[in-house]
């Protein structure tokens, strides 16, 4: 289902002999992707879309998948959750209706009183994720359903308590990220430093997703750690059965270190992480 959206919507499609989500002026690029495409079924087009509503496309294909995928998590993973792709509206502060963010709208109403707030904080409080997974505070009968846990006098201050508050709570932050171009990489790492800058509370997972066909694009952003927990490429399988082909030493090595050093994963194993 989520490789059928793709193609079907024109996200992923082939024009001239390179895939949309392939650089046209890298040999490398071209010729993975391209690999990547035909294995998934992508159908030739006159021109691949336009970069900001393939991205969109991208974004909404990762929220279905995470629809259709997370809630049978619910064994190990129980609770009242909601998907949501808020990357379109791409408000500032769109998180602040969320624990542990809701300190966000009086920082944005102290910034609207006083402009100069802004120029000292710069972006630094700004959080506008893609794809949110959020839990609904639970009833006392959850928490007391086999003797009492919580009562008027204990865990008065928890969130996820729907007696203290009824505001639903980020679980994951996913940054959906089609191709890796230019400082795309960078601005995934500033959006998750400040999912973890900005909380009052837990910090929620850090995911992005991405279709980028070239592992060095792909090792600016997945090495390293302290702020995204993984990158998830939305066909793995298939992309190291590519750059296995090009006989590109390189290539090959950098991709060996992504998924041996637990940088870089399948889209498929994004719902079981989240359940952790």
Known sequence: MFYRELISNGTLSITDGVASNADSSQA????????????????????????????????????????????????????????????????TYQIAVYEPYTHLDDLARAIEADPTLASVLGNSYEVSPDVLITRRPEPDLVFNDDEVVVDDHSGLFAVLREANQDRAIVHAVVSCKWTLRSDRAQNARSEALNVIRNRKGRT???????????PSRLASLALGTGDIDTVYHFALNELIEAVDLTKNDEAISMLGILIEGKRLRDISDLPLDLAV
């Open 28 to 91: 490398t690029s071209k010729k993975i992707g391209l690999y990547v495409a035909r294995a998934l079924g992508a159908q030739e087009a006159q021109r691949k879309l336009m970069g900001q509503r393939a991205g969109t496309q991208f974004e909404l294909a990762v929220k279905h998948f995470l629809d259709r995928t997370f809630p049978l998590m619910a064994p190990v993973r129980p609770g009242s959750w909601q998907v949501e792709h808020v990357g379109g509206s791409r408000k």
């Open 204 to 214: 929620p997972h850090i995911a992005v997703v991405t279709g980028e066909p070239t």
